[in-house]
């Protein structure tokens, strides 16, 4: 122990909403921890209180229903690739999912807390926003449900305010069986943060980018056609980023691997 | 100490054998310094600079001080010790000045982490930041600042080294072969061209941990994950003019090393913290960030070589300068320079050689040794420029390498002469060439490539490396007897992973004849009760230990048949032994237990012969000398090792995204006393290489912060990266003075992995690359003729990996 806080769990939704209505700005959401843990070890933050979001009751649920595939803040990227109505409904939730970290972080890594995170290279918000997937936030005083092409506001930054929490991300049924692929530029072959990711997915003739580590937030592109020819829906992706240059590569480098990714996944999504 | 017995007719020494350390390390058993806690023991802090240069104006301590738990605070201001080896540059602490970006400032020991980690942060530290000195080639300008004003104050060693006071020059090592300008004229083509690579973290999986006791009487005992029990107790004397016998270091199993252990490191800023809090043994284990930038790094290197070449195609001249970044200090990185001076060319004959090697102070965490050595760095260099020569003259690469190779009879740059028992680098590249099946495609690799549409490129690289040491760089080893004729190896040659103990095992083993069984090499270190070894660094671990270890073992014959003799009333030329007797050979029934012997014999009739059987093994470098300090002739090298890389990789040209899909190693290490570690360090460090070719590297900002000082973005191989296939190979031509004909290869499976990746990438893409790493972006930059990215300073006016390229034909 290097770093010390009070630490809450509370065992029902409406327990936790109101723990954090209390607490508001002195404390931090724990899920899996893999990015809070960290940061409390480097002095990034400092909270007086951690509240644990996985304990309540129904937190670790995920199933699918006629709404589509819903998943409590407590379930973790592994749960999801495990799920039979995961890899054989929403492919491409499992194709991000894959793509995430090591095998050893997904095991504690939350998708919640993947896309709470608001990273711009979160892996798992490419495919909630393809999926057309809503954020179910819940607070003291009420609920509210924001789709995910909405959900991010900035760096690191999301529509939550303190008080809410994200309580359930639904993937509605009638994404199911689309087809996707994400591809994911690494400097190792071992688990990395991307320098750009790009999922594509196609159903029924419609076809959807979500890209990772390419703008403040990661970004989806649904103005590409079906007829488009691959230059202009890479022209269309492209004018939908700003990528920057940072340690990982430069603005220019990124740019040109977005185009060949989605020319790429053009050919090879069928 | 070599015998020309075949590996057919040997026990041990050749064959299969476990590490004897395999079962604790796999079953955690093995205790670390990381472990390991002390009745009383302090935690320690430390506050470190936020800048790269800046004045301290003021700390102000006082908070710390009082804070609960808090038993020590100390500041660079109340210590006047300078720490080092070669150049003894180094404050403890941070005095008047910051040099680099996370050097510590002040440290706090208390009797919890989390309470030493309260005081530092009450720390206040007021800086006055100053214009940092970044790129080293911008430290070489006549008003750039000075990083050491007092640079002509310190002490050095005066025979080896040449610092420039009134510079950021640390050292100048110079060599002077033959006529550059001579050869220049005599040649048929001139490429000149600057390559270069960034500083990179040895990255150990146990970070530096000391626990360092100063009790009563100036009585210190340290214990700490170290290289060098000797040479850390030798440094620590001196630093505080503390008698040799006060001072005892234990080193228990290291969890890994690199050369980033080698020296002294931590254990001064441990002892302060223990002496000031009245004793208390303190420890103080580096977080794997201060890894990055408290502890040291291994240098960046700008190097430019230009290349006379006859029509032939055999090199005339070459015109060598190095420009190596030390950070901040130079202690280690002045000899990183020297030895990589007297090898600069490589493998390959320079009839007339002109080498400046600089060391070049900058205000960035500081460079030491790190497998290879400088080697590692250089090579990139040479080989890559090998392969743009012979591009530039339309020669193949290997035939233009074995063209100009090292042969007997050939002279190296420090005026050695090769002879047909220094190694066989001819074999190693041929061989390396033969594994990957270099100059065409296979039927299998040519379908690959129309499948995958990436196109696959083969190169290969050649390497050479002696140990970097002092000319009369000693060891010993003694053998203790047990009651049951059992025998105990003691060494303070330290095996911090790289599986020497094993091999030492071997030879005692293969030397007294006895069951391997019966041999056990002590693991931890203990100055107070090993003999002396210089340092566990420089691949000559083996060679001067195993010698010793055969000495120390005929020494024990000796011993125990003086006491068989008498005891069997037998001359000792007639006995002979066995694993558990000596025996009269003409009498093979009289004979008298080891077991027997082993604590001194017991006659029938009770009296007492003999006594403990010990044996003693003591080795010193032969026939090695100091350098001219004004043209680098001497004999630098007790042994050079050899070997080549033969690399296939497959590209894919419209990203720069590539694979490796084979490496072939070859190494001639004279005799393979284990050939499994022999493997195991070919692969590792094959692997260390290739991290370093693909994507580790310092990157900073331009004030001198490093921006990535951990995995996040400073990553590592992982499993998922291995090369599809590795072959290793070994060639073995003995070693006339090395233990069975063995020599040391620790290091040089790092050498050259970089620039064989190189030159595969540009045999199956025409990309040039000059710097190191080659990230992918780097390979598409090369591939689409844009600006190589230069972000190791960003944005330094300097600090471009820019090369030029010049190759005119002079006819």
Known sequence: MVYEFRYLAPRTATELATVLDDIKADGRILAGGTDLIPNIRNGVFKPRIVVDVKKFQGADRMAFGSEGLSMGPAVTINDVLRSKDARERYPSLCACAHELASHQVRNRATVAGNVVNASPCSDMAPALLCLGARAVIRSATGERVVPFANFFAGVKKTVLVPGEFLATIIIPAESAGAAGRYLKLKRIAGHDLGIVGVLMTRKDGELRFGVSSAAPTPVLVDTVGAKDDPDEAARKVLASVSPISDVRGTKEYREHMIGVYVRRLLSEVE | ?811
């Open chain 2, 1 to 811: 100490m070599f015998d020309d017995i075949k590996t057919a007719d040997m026990t041990y020494v050749g064959k299969k054998a476990g590490r004897p350390d395999m079962v604790e390390k796999l079953t955690g058993e093995a205790v670390f310094v990381s472990d390991m806690e002390l009745p009383g023991m302090l935690h320690a802090q430390l506050k470190k600079s936020p800048h790269a240069r800046a004045r301290i104006k003021r700390i102000d301590a006082s908070k710390a001080a009082a804070m609960p738990g808090v038993r020590a605070v100390v500041t660079g201001e109340e210590l006047d010790y300078h720490i080092g080896l070669y150049i003894v540059d180094k404050f403890i602490l941070a005095k008047g000045e910051v040099r680099h970006y996370g050097e510590a400032v002040a440290a706090v020991a208390a009797e919890t982490l989390e309470q030493a980690r309260a005081a530092v942060e009450a720390i206040e530290v007021e800086y006055e930041p100053l214009p940092p000195v970044l790129h080293h080639m911008d430290a070489l300008k006549p008003d750039a600042p000075l990083v050491h004003p007092e640079l002509g104050t310190y002490s050095y060693i005066e025979a080896v080294f040449t610092p420039k006071p009134g510079t950021n020059i640390a050292n100048h090592t110079k060599l002077r072969k033959g006529d550059v300008d001579k050869g220049f004229e005599a040649s048929e083509y001139i490429v000149e061209r600057e390559y270069s690579c960034p500083s990179v973290q040895h990255v150990p999986m146990e970070t530096h941990v000391a626990i360092v006791q100063w009790a009563r009487g100036d009585r210190v005992s340290i214990w700490t994950s170290a290289q060098s029990p000797f040479t850390v107790r030798n440094l620590f004397c001196h630093a505080f003019g503390l008698p040799h016998i006060n001072v005892r270091v234990q080193i228990p199993y290291v969890g890994g090393g690199f050369g980033g252990k080698a020296g002294i490191g931590i254990e001064p800023l441990c002892a302060v913290l223990s002496r000031k809090a009245g004793g208390k043994p303190v420890k103080f284990q580096a977080s794997r960030e201060e890894e990055f930038s408290l502890l040291p790094c291994r240098s960046a290197l700008t190097y430019r070589i230009k290349t006379g070449v006859s029509a032939d195609g055999r090199i005339q001249a070459q015109h060598m300068t190095m420009y190596w970044d030390s950070g901040a200090y130079a202690d280690y990185a002045v000899n990183v320079t020297r030895a990589s001076g007297f090898s600069a060319s490589g493998p390959y004959e320079i009839p007339n050689a002109w080498v400046d090697a600089y060391t070049i102070y900058t205000n960035k965490p500081y460079g030491t040794a790190y497998r290879g050595f400088g080697h590692v760095e250089f090579h990139w260099a040479v080989e890559r420029h090998m392969e743009l020569i012979a591009q530039a003259i339309g020669m193949d690469p290997l035939e233009f390498r074995l063209r100009n190779a090292l042969r007997p009879g050939s002279k190296t740059m420090t005026g050695e002469t090769i002879l047909p028992s220094t190694g066989n680098v001819v074999k190693c590249i041929e061989e390396a060439a033969r594994m990957i099946g270099y100059g065409s495609l296979s039927a299998d690799e040519l379908r690959r490539q129309e499948k995958t549409g990436w196109k696959i490129g083969k190169g290969v690289a050649a390497l050479q490396k002696a140990p970097a040491m002092p000319s009369f760089t000693a060891t010993a080893v003694v053998l203790k007897m047990n009651e049951d004729g059992s025998v105990l190896v003691n060494l303070a040659l330290t095996d911090y992973g790289q599986g020497t103990y094993a091999s030492i095992r071997q030879i005692v083993a293969e030397r007294l004849g006895f069951p391997i069984e019966k041999v056990k090499v002590a693991f931890e270190n203990d100055t107070d009760r090993d003999p002396y070894d210089w340092q566990t660094v420089a691949s000559k671990g083996l060679l001067l230990s195993g010698n010793a270890a055969i000495l120390a073992a005929e020494d024990m014959l000796r011993n125990a048949y003086a006491v068989a003799a008498e005891a069997l009333r037998a001359n000792p030329r007639d006995l002979g032994h066995d694993g558990d007797r000596v025996f009269v050979k003409h009498h093979p029934a009289s004979s008298v237990a080891f077991s027997a012997m082993a604590v001194g014999l017991a006659m029938p009739n009770g009296n007492g012969i003999g006594g403990p059987i010990i044996g003693v093994g003591r080795y010193i470098a032969q026939g090695l000398s100091n350098l001219d300090k004004n043209t680098g002739e001497g004999s630098p090298a007790i042994d050079w090792t050899y070997g080549a890389h033969g690399m296939i990789v497959e590209v894919n040209e419209a990203t720069g995204e590539y694979r490796v899909l084979k490496v072939a190693s070859v190494y001639d290490v004279g005799r393979a006393i284990n050939p499994d570690i022999v493997r195991g360090q070919a692969i590792g460090g094959m692997i260390q290489g290739l991290g370093t070719a693909v994507c580790e590297g310092y990157i900073y900002d331009q004030q001198g912060r490093l921006l990535n000082p951990s995995f996040t973005d400073n990553k590592i191989p992982t499993a998922k990266d291995l090369p599809m296939e590795i072959e290793c190979a070994v060639v073995e031509t003995p070693q006339i003075d090395g233990p069975y004909g063995a020599r040391g290869v620790g290091e040089h499976s790092m050498i050259s992995v970089a620039p064989a990746l190189g030159n595969a990438i540009q045999k199956a893409t025409g990309a040039e690359i000059m710097h190191m790493p080659m990230r992918f972006e780097d390979v598409w930059r090369a591939l689409t003729k844009k600006e190589p990215i230069d972000n190791w300073i960003t944005k330094s006016p300097i600090g471009s990996c820019r090369s030029a390229p010049e190759a005119r034909n002079r006819g």
